[in-house]
């Protein structure tokens, strides 16, 4: 009885992203067009910043070329710790069982970067893009699944891993317990060599399905310009999904484990 009410929800909530699926997309383009675009090269288009050849623009977003330097520097510094930080990852999916979800994306794509940058400093006018940047923790990202019946031991033993080779956890948001809305942990770690911060998402097959379906839908949602009555349909549309996911037994309860690197601890080497 409960497997078939499992899958008669998974059923509604696929077919539900399915008949979302070509507007959702089409939509967010839509709006993107309709928001503000910059003007031509070398225009002021606000106070103390101006897009020139050397700027960046996309979806009615953009950086002048200060800012777009900024981040580029951020790319290469985030490309950089990389080469330490995914050894250990690859560890640690091994030693907790876990399934590397992924891992080609791990490094964020430079326009999702400045796309996630620009919409920061449009959101809070006055904003440096030294102080957007220091907000990311997405630019190096990695995803962990496990199926449902190992998923509450595999994320203790996982973020355990990573905080015993001395990671600091900066966020952890655990919302498997909300009504509504996303499901699974995203976390954030500073690495102890580079200092940079990393994401790591931990996911059930189900959770990630949900997210995957999803994203068009939360890309639409953020963006400036799109109308509150509409981010508010798209929130409804994403809530129909995440209801359908199975929540793992213990899930809930689980926390951000406490940074205890031993003395004379080694990180792994670097890759390469």
Do not use: C
Not at 225 to 232: D, E, N
Request: aromatic share 6%; net charge neutral.
């Amino acid at each position: 009885m409960i497997i078939n009410r499992t899958l008669n929800r998974f059923a509604a909530a696929a077919a539900l992203a399915a008949a979302l699926g070509a507007a959702s997309v089409s939509g967010a383009f839509a709006q993107g067009a309709a928001g503000s675009h910059p003007g031509p090269s070398g225009t002021v288009v606000e106070a103390g910043r101006q897009l020139d050849d050397e700027g960046w623009h996309g979806d009615g977003l953009w950086l002048d070329a200060a800012e777009n330097r900024k981040v580029d520097d951020f790319l290469v510094r985030a490309q950089r710790a990389e080469q330490s930080i995914s050894p250990e990852m690859k560890a640690v999916a091994q030693v907790s069982h876990a399934t590397l979800i992924g891992f080609d994306q791990r490094l964020k794509s430079p326009d999702s970067l400045k796309r996630k940058v620009a919409t920061s400093l449009q959101a809070e006018p006055g904003q440096t893009v030294d102080a957007a940047l220091a907000r990311i923790s997405d630019s190096i990202r990695y995803t962990l699944e496990w199926p449902d019946g190992r998923y509450t031991k595999g994320v203790a033993a996982a973020s355990s891993m990573l905080a015993t080779w001395g990671n600091d956890s900066t966020k952890w948001s655990n919302t498997w317990g909300r009504k509504n809305g996303y499901k699974g942990i995203n976390s954030a770690w500073r690495d102890l060599r580079s200092g940079h911060v990393f994401e790591v998402q931990f996911h059930t097959p189900s959770s990630k399905w949900a997210q995957e379906v999803t994203h068009k839908l939360y890309e639409e949602q953020r963006l400036p310009s799109t109308p509150p009555t509409r981010a508010k349909e798209l929130q409804e549309q994403q809530d129909a999904i995440f209801t359908s996911v199975p929540v793992p037994e213990g899930a809930e309860g689980l926390a951000a484990p406490a940074t205890r690197r031993p003395v004379g601890a080694q990180t792994l080497p670097a890759a390469g």
